[in-house]
């Protein structure tokens, strides 16, 4: 059964105008599969619709990725799990159902450099996307010089109120950079105004005791640790940099060693550590 060409070309038109490009490419081709008795009519429409629908969601995708800082995509399928033992493949792919982001929990992961907490961040924040959620990703470093630079223009709040809108907040790197002087009390307040509103997932290189090193107070990461702990996921990964795996011979023998058989979250004692309320403690799973 062949269209009619006054029929088709109105078909053409209203493609056009429901600013449907897709459905127009593949509509020829449809058709001749249908002329010749491969598709019903049905399956024809459920194609052609389908094709658009794929369209707009990888638009949709890739504007909510842009918005969201993530550039430089990484995925669940390209994380080595093999490489990492310690962790819990099961688990992670649990986390990437997303019921922590529904429930506004506090995901942390804490490990050496190289051993894939930004990846797993990442490739977390990307399943989020994908699903639907909002996601904006930052740098502790990025994020206090933001927060900062708010405070001294007199837009603080609306700051904070623009952090707060994501349904993700991915903050990388803590404990890469110094925080600068007012910092911890500056990520305090975002913590604070998410608190129990939105999910966060933060990675770090530093035991939680030595949060009062990172922020260079203890009186604030104790706060800040007070929220962050008590609806949180606390994955910890023991085992070697990624990055350097090819390298390992190049690397010192004591190097070399730490990096192959040191747990990555040997305790650095210097100073006293903050106290943590162990009520918060016990809700990290």
Request: aromatic letters at 6%.
């Amino acid at each position: 059964m062949t269209a009619a060409p006054a029929t088709l070309d109105r078909i053409r038109r209203h493609l056009v105008g429901l600013r449907m490009p897709r459905s127009l490419e593949v509509l020829e081709h449809l058709l001749r599969q249908l002329e010749r008795g491969e598709i019903s009519a049905l399956e024809a429409i459920d194609q052609l619709l389908d094709e658009e629908l794929s369209l707009r969601e990888g638009r949709r995708v890739k504007a909510a990725l842009k918005m969201g800082r993530l550039l430089n995509i990484k995925t669940l399928a390209g994380f080595d799990f093999s490489f990492q033992p310690s962790l819990d493949r099961n688990r992670i792919l649990t986390l990437a159902g997303l019921d922590f982001v529904s429930r506004h929990e506090v995901l942390h992961f804490l490990g050496q450099p190289g051993c894939g907490k930004t990846h797993l961040a990442i490739a977390l924040a990307v399943e989020a996307v994908q699903a639907g959620r909002s996601v904006y990703f930052t740098t502790l470093a990025e994020l206090i010089g933001s927060l900062a630079k708010a405070e001294r223009e007199g837009t603080l709040r609306e700051r904070i109120r623009f952090l707060c809108r994501p349904q993700l907040l991915v903050v990388d790197e803590i404990d890469y950079l110094p925080v600068i002087a007012g910092g911890g009390n500056l990520f305090f307040q975002l913590v604070n105004a998410r608190y129990e509103r939105g999910a966060m997932i933060l990675t770090s290189n530093r035991g939680f005791a030595e949060w009062g090193e990172v922020f260079g107070d203890t009186v604030v990461a104790t706060a800040l640790l007070d929220r962050l702990l008590h609806h949180a996921i606390v994955v910890r990964i023991e085992g070697a940099s990624y990055r350097l795996r090819r390298h390992a011979d190049l690397l010192p023998d004591s190097s070399a060693a730490q990096s192959t058989h040191q747990p990555e979250l040997a305790p650095r004692r210097r100073g006293r550590p903050p106290k943590l309320r162990t009520g918060n403690l016990s809700a990290a799973t």
